[in-house]
């Protein structure tokens, strides 16, 4: 059985990411619109050999569409999500409008797919790119040896931050070598060219960042209450791929060659660790691919029942478009269409 499909913010990197993947999908598809922006209507995306056009959010009834698939940022969804989910449609919102919200469940398949079905509002949450990646490499492992403490440091790319980001790191680089074209920090609080800025999102009382905030609440959500999250989220000139760098501190031993064997044999992970010169996966290497890579596990000689590991992933694919078509899959897979809208 098909349904109908809407990707709000069709024509934003995400948007078109989701459009791609789930034209491709195993989900059959009876429809699919692309929804924008008043600015975008009329505007032509392409949806498999399908060429769509975008219709305007403002004024499109959404009550014969079954799941709809949100990009368009954390204020718009705040506004449309609940209307859309009146409307019948079940919301799956890749902004972070509604992650920590108790009504709205935060979902990564590979890690708590069951929890699609704890909605209240209509509406399932996409967790942040960095955290989605670090929770399908740790859920095996606190499986196995349940996780006390997690430290990571990030090595995000820019288009974490949108496509405005990605411009500003290209005309950055230009500038360089062409000195007279002066381009100055906009999106950025430093040059992003050939650096790297320890601050992602605004800064808290605490002293971390949002985005380091994040990554602590919403570990604990999917995964578990009790683990401990600290992290520093660095932002790097790097277009798409985000990176991590993990020491994980565990309750009972597990070895280097044990965690191995278990993140192979793990949903969603692909497993890299030559102990060699490139036996290991760099972001440039994930772009365009569904898995999430693991590289460079060791054990920690500082640290008893503690292991170091590399974490590397299409933070457009896996960090925003893939984890929303998947949480769609396991909401068809369940046969919960109709059942989880606003007013079911």
Known sequence: MGYTYAIVGATGNVGTEMLEILSGSNLEVDECIAVASRNSVGREVSFGDKTLKCVDL???DFSGVDIVLMSAGGGVSKD???RIAKQG???IDNSSAWRMDPDVPLVVPEVNADAVAQTKKGI???????????VVALKP???????????VSTYQSVSGGGKKNMDELWEQTKSVFHPQDTFPPVNFTKQIAFNV?????VFMDSGDTKEEWKMKAETMKILDSNVKVTATAVRVPVFVGHAEALNIEFENELSADAARDILRESPGLMVV???????????IECVGEYATYVSRIREDSTQDNTLN????????RKGAALNAVQVAEAVVNRGLVGKLNANA
Not at 127 to 132: E, Q, Y
Not at 273 to 283: A, I, M
Not at 309 to 316: F, I, P, R
Request: net charge negative; charged share 20%.
């Open 197 to 201: 800025i320890p601050h992602i999102d």
């Open 309 to 316: 590991m590399w974490c590397v992933s299409d933070n457009l």
């Open 124 to 134: 399932i949450a996409n967790p942040n790119c960095s955290t989605i990646q670090m």
């Open 89 to 91: 449609a079940l919301v």
């Open 58 to 60: 403002e004024t499109y």
């Open 141 to 151: 492992l606190h499986d196995a040896a349940k996780i006390k403490r997690v430290v």
């Open 80 to 82: 449309w999500s609940p």
């Open 273 to 283: 660790d030559k102990r060699e010169d490139g036996g290991y996966v760099t972001p």
